[in-house]
């Protein structure tokens, strides 16, 4: 009976995710399309950078774009940030949840990260795919080929997506 009792256990703990920590915070800033500022309640500062994608850097193309598509989804809103670990920059990296800017009163429900890949502001990151539930794995690879499909944002050939940037 012991036995079999330690067998059931190791057996759930090797398919159950990685404890995650959940944090709330309100997000203070974003410095690109995939990493921004939190506040914590007791005024702690957390840099978060989005579990699962890769968005261009500022100076990148498309980069300021992407930069101002997330902060347009998530600067000033409360959030929650579901997390397992941090990076060797310390930051943490996880998947941060808003309350969609169409649905008030509906709950932090907007994953960002999703959003940001839906909209082509944002590429999946596959070498990192094992770090995510196998859910967001699944429905981040399927957001990211929806936007290649429609060609939009990063997704947009390169000269039309160049000149849009220039424009704005």
């Known amino acids: 009976m012991v036995a079999s009792s330690s067998v059931g256990l190791a ?3 090797l398919c159950a995710p990685a404890f995650a920590a ?3 915070c309100r997000v203070a800033s974003v410095t690109r399309g995939d990493t921004l ?3 914590t309640v007791d ?3 957390e840099l978060i950078r989005l579990r699962g994608i ?3 850097g ?3 193309p498309f980069g300021e774009h992407a930069r101002q598509h997330l902060a347009d989804l998530a600067h000033g809103k409360s959030a929650t940030v579901h997390w397992t670990y941090r990076d060797h920059h310390g930051r943490i990296i996880g998947a941060v949840w808003v309350e969609p800017v169409d649905c008030p009163g509906c709950g932090h429900t907007l994953d960002v990260g999703r959003a940001q ?3 082509g502001m944002a590429r999946w990151a596959q070498r990192y795919a094992s770090q995510q539930p196998v859910e967001e794995r699944y429905a981040y690879e399927f957001e990211e080929s929806e936007a290649r499909a429609r060609r939009t944002g990063l997704w ?3 000269k039309e997506s160049s000149q849009t940037q220039a424009g704005q």
């Open 22 to 24: 959940q944090l709330e």
């Open 117 to 119: 890949l839906a909209s």
């Open 54 to 56: 890769d968005s261009p």
């Open 11 to 13: 057996l759930l703990l």
């Open 58 to 60: 500022r100076k990148q």
């Open 37 to 39: 500022m939190c506040l």
């Open 43 to 45: 005024n702690r500062q």
């Open 156 to 158: 947009r050939k390169f």
